[in-house]
């Protein structure tokens, strides 16, 4: 009997064993497991940070452009004054094309006044953009680019172009704006002639071609 209780005992404290070993290799594989993960967790954060912090520097794009405009139906409307057969413009484009799709435009038609314009861009490559434009034209020489005898001092511009690189620094532009006679004075003003200034003021809107530098 008891050679028999001595052989329970045994099994017993073997089968113990057993378990506390099994227990301690479990513990020991989830520890390494834990270990495994935060060694890849800080492997990652490490070339996370090291990739931004050779992140190329954001670079600004300045552009001085010339050129002439002119208008696509000239002195369709003998009523409303005659249209100047073209402009003369020179103006500066700024922008950082890896942050933001917008261009900031001012320049100086001649001999009409200043206009400032912010141009869309839908499409933003290296070499090529296509945009969409609006802004302000305030006539500082007393004289409109559309519409002439309508008296104003400020018109709303709208239109659309194109910039295509020619080479590392030499750019060619081309597009088309229209000039809205101040839509908080005309209305006002001249009351059943609204809609044919403005219906004027789009058959002269102007198409422009200019070269430009780019800085």
Not at 28 to 54: E, P, Q
Not at 135 to 146: A, D, E, L, Q, R
């Amino acid at each position: 009997m008891s050679y028999s209780i001595s052989n329970v005992s045994d099994d017993a404290s073997k089968c113990v064993s057993s378990v506390r070993y099994i227990y301690q290799m479990d513990v020991s594989i989830n520890y390494r497991k834990v270990l495994l993960m935060k060694y890849l967790f800080i492997s990652v954060l490490i070339s996370t940070i090291a990739s931004t912090s050779v992140a190329e520097p954001v670079k600004p794009s300045a552009k001085v452009l010339a050129g002439l405009g002119a208008p696509v139906q000239n002195n369709t409307d003998k009523e409303w004054g005659d249209v100047s057969p073209y402009t003369v413009f020179i103006s500066g484009r700024v922008s950082v094309p890896s942050v933001s799709p917008v261009q900031l435009n001012v320049g100086l038609n001649a001999p009409y006044g200043l206009e400032m314009t912010a141009l869309f861009n839908i499409i933003n490559l290296p070499y090529l953009a296509l945009h969409f434009d609006s802004g302000v034209f305030i006539s500082t020489f007393g004289k409109s680019i559309s519409v002439p005898s309508v008296s104003r001092n400020v018109d709303i511009v709208f239109g659309a172009g194109i910039d295509v690189k020619l080479s590392k620094n030499l750019w060619v532009f081309g597009g088309y704006k229209v000039y809205m006679p101040d839509p908080t004075r005309i209305p006002k003003n001249y009351g059943v002639y609204t809609f044919p200034i403005y219906n004027e003021a789009l058959k002269e809107g102007n198409a422009y071609m200019a070269i430009g530098y780019e800085f």
